[in-house]
């Protein structure tokens, strides 16, 4: 596709379970960024992927939360042993590198019940 | 440490008035910024950005304004209209780093017809 596509869109899950959010970002761009966004809240940064270097994972909130990329194609975030408190939206975006715009895809909507 | 803040959770405006958002940045290497609009249920989409070369950048209705020294931007959206209303946040990035995307906690705006 064009954009920037998430998947499940939306996902219930049992406290305690894992769950493993996808992104496959536009074709061609090397960065990739995952946020989350509480209830009520703002864009939380959790981790970026940019071509081959290192991961800036300065973001992510335990170590329960992880996030792989292969190359410059899709990337898997993975919280382990859910928490309510993981409950939001969980964005992730891709760009050009040094294009600074960044495209978004649409979401996936996690609820930890 | 939230290097970019929106210091107004929400704003509401008369439809044709000139609807003005703010943003301060702490992190004097930013040199990108960007300003995104997000509506319920999807992912945020770029509206506009400027580069700290410039002061000023118009797009339609909409103009960004860089105070470099202040490290302050700001959104000019003349006139508002009802589809206005929305999320909007702010963004920043070193281009010449790591790209990394910072991102504020965003400003609702309401534009009342």
């Known amino acids: 596709g064009a954009g920037v596509s998430q998947s499940p869109s939306n996902k219930v899950t049992e406290k305690g379970k894992d769950v493993e959010l996808r992104c496959d970002p536009i074709s061609g761009h090397t960065a990739l960024y995952w946020y989350r966004q509480r209830l009520g809240q703002g864009l939380e940064f959790l981790i970026y992927?940019?071509?081959?270097?290192?991961?800036?994972k300065s973001g992510l909130p335990s170590d329960r939360f992880s996030a792989e990329r292969t190359g410059e194609s899709v990337s898997t975030l993975t919280i382990q042993r859910t928490q309510q408190e993981d409950s939001a939206v969980y964005l992730c975006?891709?760009?050009?590198?040094?294009?600074?715009?960044?495209?978004f895809g649409q979401g996936t909507r996690l609820t930890v019940v | 440490d939230q290097q970019v803040k929106q210091n107004s959770p929400s704003l509401s405006v008369q439809e044709g008035r000139i609807s003005i958002l703010n943003c301060d940045y702490t992190n004097s290497m930013f040199d990108y910024f960007l300003w995104y609009k997000k509506y319920p249920a999807e992912g945020p989409t770029f509206l506009i950005s400027i580069s700290s070369i410039k002061d000023k950048n118009e797009d339609g209705r909409f103009t960004v304004f860089l105070n470099k020294s202040a490290k302050h931007l700001s959104l000019h959206i003349v006139p508002s209209q009802p589809g206005d209303s929305a999320v909007y946040f702010c963004?920043?990035?070193?281009?010449?780093?790591?790209?990394?995307?910072?991102f504020g906690t965003g400003t609702r705006l309401t534009v009342i017809p």
């Open positions: 992927f940019q071509g081959n270097s290192a991961p800036d």
């Open positions: 963004a920043a990035s070193v281009s010449t780093g790591a790209n990394n995307l910072f």
């Open positions: 975006a891709s760009s050009l590198f040094r294009q600074g715009r960044a495209f």
